[in-house]
């Protein structure tokens, strides 16, 4: 098979044709700053207002409640930095989990150089946050919650309705990153009680460098970005109107087919699971086994180097990840993997596999087979590996 098969999913997706459409003509015909006053301004800020309405409806938010941003790191850090200037006179206590993506660890790190205390939970061996830990967690000081909606790398997807309604029943904020999950799973915020919710346009076959930042009106958080009046006075800085109506279109079509392409996507992964699990001896599925995003696998084969499994599945046109797309310069095992318990060693050994509506159980059975050899050969390299056949045969 001489082609690229693309399962890199969760670092970003195609961007879908008919968005790029939607986009071309706010780069060449409708170009006009949409805070200017003049009649050529006019179908630049309709087309900004128009996304916004669309985005508000796939959340069951109000538009004046969608905030638009260069993507989900800056929305993390906005939610996370602003509410903490924000609410400092009430406390300095954040709660978020050792598994989020590091956009807000970092983020919380920061913040603790400027006084905060941060409480970061542990997870249970599917990453799940345990809730009976997060309500012994929670102090008269804390001003925020921030708990992924589904993680990055495992797919696991968190009891945000309950951490929500906890956050509630506490008078504390509770924000989202739903980067990995907007587009993906169903999401009302009203239902989940949601204050703040991160997502980012590249996931969802939108273009990259856009994104959003959902603010539950009341939440009193402040500017981020100084300089303008735009975004309601809260973000400053000339709007990306072709990024936005690349969003917005991208957003109404995963909206519109989501349903169809969960259950689609979850039959290929679920094949994926079967055949690798059961064709790849001393192999580990990593997060939860049902409560999981439908397009993610994540796998930690014993005995080998995943840097190493990447580079000869590439060599098969087959593209993956060992983990998140924004660490995978770094030599050190994933943060996700080794707070499930997984040690260094196997941890190491990590693959994840990120599906598409695109893709075909031809192509995944083409990915197993090749993946089977390489596991083979590479464990058959391993001294680790020879000393173990050695002593359980």
């Known amino acids: 098979m001489n082609q690229n098969i693309y ?13 790029v459409d939607a986009m071309l003509p706010y780069f060449t015909e409708y170009y006009g700053n949409p805070s200017s006053v003049y009649e050529f301004a006019s179908p630049s800020k309709q087309a900004v207002a128009k996304a916004r309405e669309i985005i508000a409806g796939t959340i069951g938010a109000k538009p004046q409640e969608i905030y638009f ?22 406390g300095n206590h954040i709660i978020t989990s050792k598994i989020e993506h590091h956009a807000i660890l970092h983020t919380c790190q920061y913040l603790e150089h400027h006084g905060f205390e941060v409480t970061y939970l542990d997870v249970d061996e599917y990453g ?31 009891p945000v309705k309950e951490i ?35 997502a980012s346009g590249h996931k969802i076959n939108g273009p990259k460098g856009i994104g959003f930042l959902y603010i539950r009106t009341g939440v009193k958080i402040r500017s981020f970005i100084h300089g303008g009046a735009q975004e309601r006075k809260r973000r400053a800085g000339t709007e990306n109107v072709p990024g936005i109506v690349g969003l917005g279109r991208a957003a109404e079509l995963a909206a519109a087919t989501l349903k169809q392409r969960a259950a689609y996507e979850s039959g290929l992964r679920d094949y994926l699971i079967g055949r690798v699990m059961e064709e790849i001896p001393y192999t580990r599925l990593n997060g939860h086994p049902a409560n ?8 930690a084969f014993r005995f080998i180097e995943g840097e190493s499994l990447l580079i000869m599945l590439d060599g098969k046109g087959i593209c993956g990840s060992s983990g998140s797309a924004c660490t995978s310069g770094s030599l050190d095992p994933s943060h996700v993997l080794l707070a499930i318990g ?22 995944l059975d083409y990915v197993v087979e090749s993946m089977k050899a390489i596991v083979e050969r590479l464990r058959n390299m391993s001294p680790l590996y020879e000393d173990f056949m050695k002593h359980n045969r």
């Open 7 to 19: 399962l890199d999913n969760a670092a970003t997706t195609r961007t879908r044709q008919e968005v």
């Open 69 to 90: 941003t260069g993507g989900g790191s800056e929305s993390d850090n906005w939610a996370l930095k602003a509410t903490a200037d924000a609410y400092k006179a009430k």
């Open 128 to 158: 799940m946050v345990k809730l009976e830990e997060l309500r012994a967690a929670i102090r008269p000081t804390t001003i925020l919650i921030s708990i992924m909606f589904a993680n990055n790398e495992i797919g696991t997807i968190q």
């Open 164 to 198: 929500g309604q906890i956050a509630k029943e506490h008078g504390i904020l509770f924000h989202a990153d739903a980067v990995q999950a907007y587009g993906h799973l169903p999401i009302q915020v009203d239902e989940l009680n949601i204050d703040m919710m991160s």
């Open 292 to 299: 999981r995003l439908p397009n993610n696998a994540n796998f």
């Open 342 to 363: 997984l040690p260094h060693e196997i941890a190491h050994g990590s693959l994840r596999l990120t599906l598409s509506e695109e893709n075909t159980k031809e192509e």
